[in-house]
T-cell receptor, first 115, second 110 residues
Framework: GAGVSQTPSNKVTEKGKYVELRCDPISGHTALYWYRQSLGQGPEFLIYFQGTGAADDSGLPNDRFFAVRPEGSVSTLKIQRTERGDSAVYLC?????????????FGQGTRLTVV | GIQVEQSPPDLILQEGANSTLRCNFSDSVNNLQWFHQNPWGQLINLFYIPSGTKQNGRLSATTVATERYSLLYISSSQTTDSGVYFCAVVLQTGANNLFFGTGTRLTVIP
């Protein structure tokens, strides 16, 4: 596609529920990243995919968070047993190669609210 | 871990004024990008500038990698320039992800 696309734009869920957030990267970009942005702060790294595999998941806060990219394109971030502290904007970024080598482009984000 | 500090944290400008935003980082980097986050939360790419100087219309940026800082210049500011400006870096060694700075919140008043 023309840009990084994220769905849904907004998600409100009840505490304890399971949610899935989707990211469709720019066509041809092999590197895909998830970041989380809390109010008033800059985005923070969660997980990085190179192709289908998670090359670095060191930013995931705990085992309730999981992400997949089964065909090397679309990625899904999954959050189990959501907590109010998970409320944030979840951003996806893609780049032609890993971030160190080329420019990263971000989607518009998914605003997750856990009530 | 790496420190990415931006200054000033907040800036209020009259429309038409010029400004300089600064980003200091504590380690050697492979990549540096400037973003503008608009009021709807979208991160808009301004510059990919690991080193050197680039210009795009009213905006220009300079990165001096050896001295670990980057500057973003905004000339003839417009109300649409309002928002938060972030610089983000990728370390030369180790992780491949972007580390974001603390941001500069710019408000341009008519």
């Amino acid at each position: 596609g023309a840009g990084v696309s994220q769905t849904p734009s907004n998600k409100v869920t009840e505490k304890g529920k399971y949610v899935e957030l989707r990211c469709d990267p720019i066509s041809g970009h092999t590197a895909l990243y998830w970041y989380r942005q809390s109010l008033g702060q800059g985005p923070e790294f969660l997980i990085y995919f190179q192709g289908t595999g998670a090359a670095d998941d060191s930013g995931l806060p705990n085992d309730r968070f999981f992400a997949v990219r089964p065909e090397g394109s679309v990625s899904t971030l999954k959050i189990q047993r959501t907590e109010r502290g998970d409320s944030a904007v979840y951003l996806c970024a893609s780049s032609f190669t890993p971030h160190g080598g080329t420019e990263a482009f971000f989607g518009q984000g998914t605003r997750l609210t856990v009530v | 871990g790496i420190q990415v500090e931006q200054s000033p944290p907040d800036l209020i400008l009259q429309e038409g004024a010029n400004s300089t935003l600064r980003c200091n980082f504590s380690d050697s980097v492979n990549n540096l990008q400037w973003f503008h986050q608009n009021p709807w939360g979208q991160l808009i790419n301004l510059f990919y500038i690991p080193s050197g100087t680039k210009q795009n219309g009213r905006l220009s940026a300079t990165t001096v990698a050896t001295e670990r800082y980057s500057l973003l210049y905004i000339s003839s500011s417009q109300t649409t320039d309002s928002g938060v400006y972030f610089c983000a870096v990728v370390l030369q060694t180790g992780a491949n992800n972007l580390f974001f700075g603390t941001g500069t919140r710019l408000t341009v008043i008519p």
